[in-house]
Nanobody, 128 residues
Framework: QVQLVESGGGLVQAGGSLRLSCTAS????????VGWFRQAPGKEREFVAA????????YYADSLKGRFIISRENAKNTVYLQMNSLKPEDAAVYYC?????????????????????WGQGTQVAVSS
């Protein structure tokens, strides 16, 4: 079990950038794959990005590849999501989540059901 807290959300203009942070409590943070998911009003929760335990490998939703960057600093118990060239359709509540027990794999870690611990979410709004 790990406790996660997201921060960094807010209102930005289209084309702008925002960096979200996900900070974990606990001393076994490096045991966890961490993913970002988002949910807009009236829509299903969707996969955004995931990062391996060491931070060496990453996965992104195809539509976000090239605009969003996930990274982690295990010494700080923190995962980041750098969001660039934001579009109105990026507006959503963004959640980070932690998973353990499976090798890092896109087909596993792009699905919310494999994540055991979730943060409270942080709101991202994008104005035009």
């Amino acid at each position: 079990q790990v406790q996660l807290v997201e921060s960094g959300g807010g209102l930005v203009q289209a084309g702008g950038s925002l960096r979200l942070s996900c900070t974990a409590s606990g001393r076994t943070f490096s045991n966890y794959v961490v993913g970002w998911f988002r949910q807009a009003p009236g829509k299903e929760r969707e996969f955004v990005a995931a990062i391996s335990r060491s931070g060496v490998a990453t996965y992104y939703a195809d539509s976000l590849k090239g605009r969003f960057i996930i990274s982690r600093e295990n010494a700080k118990n923190t995962v980041y999501l750098q969001m660039n060239s934001l579009k109105p359709e990026d507006a959503a509540v963004y959640y980070c989540a932690a998973a353990t027990g499976q090798p890092f794999n896109y087909y596993t870690h792009s699905h919310a059901e494999y994540y055991s611990d979730w943060g409270q979410g942080t709101q991202v709004a994008v104005s035009s």
